[in-house]
């Protein structure tokens, strides 16, 4: 698969058949969800009428991940993107998850970057392979998203991400009330 920069394109079917147009071969959503753990973005098309329909094949493996006990969202936080659909007020839940979001991945990537700097193993010979082999071995075990390891040998959380965390469930609290007030 190559690493273009632009996403991957899936064709959908009359018969909803899934066709990744790089490989020339039919895809199920779990390889889709592959994909997406891999890195890649994908964007899923129509073929007869053109329509994007990525929004809604991501909530289905979302849903069907949730539907399999995989839960990652709360309850709580369902509930409040049901009401920010209901109310027919611009919301400010999209950009607020897409910004806790971004600011999730950066804090672990710099985690792993003040790691990597301050590890005096990393000048050892062979290193590098032995990382990438624990780095492979973590993603697959705990599905962590692509470009950020596990913060520590044991797979606690640093003082630096505790710290985002903590910010990220004040925010989420702050949004909620705000919520709370405007019914």
Do not use: C
């Not at 392979?129 to 075990?141: H, I, N, S």
């Amino acid at each position: 698969m190559s690493e273009t920069g632009k996403p991957l394109l899936i064709k959908r079917y009359a018969s909803r058949r899934l066709y990744n147009t790089e490989t020339s071969d039919y895809v199920t959503l779990e390889d889709i969800a592959g994909f997406i753990r891999d890195g890649r973005e994908v964007q899923i098309i129509d073929l007869k009428s053109g329509d994007d329909l990525t929004r809604q094949y991501l909530l289905q493996i979302i849903a069907e991940h949730e539907s399999r006990g995989e839960s990652v969202l709360p309850v709580d936080v369902l509930n409040d993107l049901v009401r920010s659909y209901m109310t027919g007020k611009v919301s400010v839940v999209p950009a607020f998850l897409q910004q806790s979001f971004a600011m999730l991945r950066d804090g672990q990537a710099k985690v792993v970057e003040n790691m990597n700097s301050m590890n005096p193993l990393a000048k050892m010979p062979g290193f590098d392979a032995m990382q990438a082999q624990q780095e492979a071995f973590m993603k697959a075990m705990t599905g962590t998203w692509p470009g950020t390891k596990q913060p520590g040998k044991d797979g606690t959380p640093s003082a630096e991400s505790s710290e985002d965390l903590a910010a990220i469930k004040r925010q989420l609290a702050e949004l909620q009330e705000k919520l709370s007030k405007l019914k």
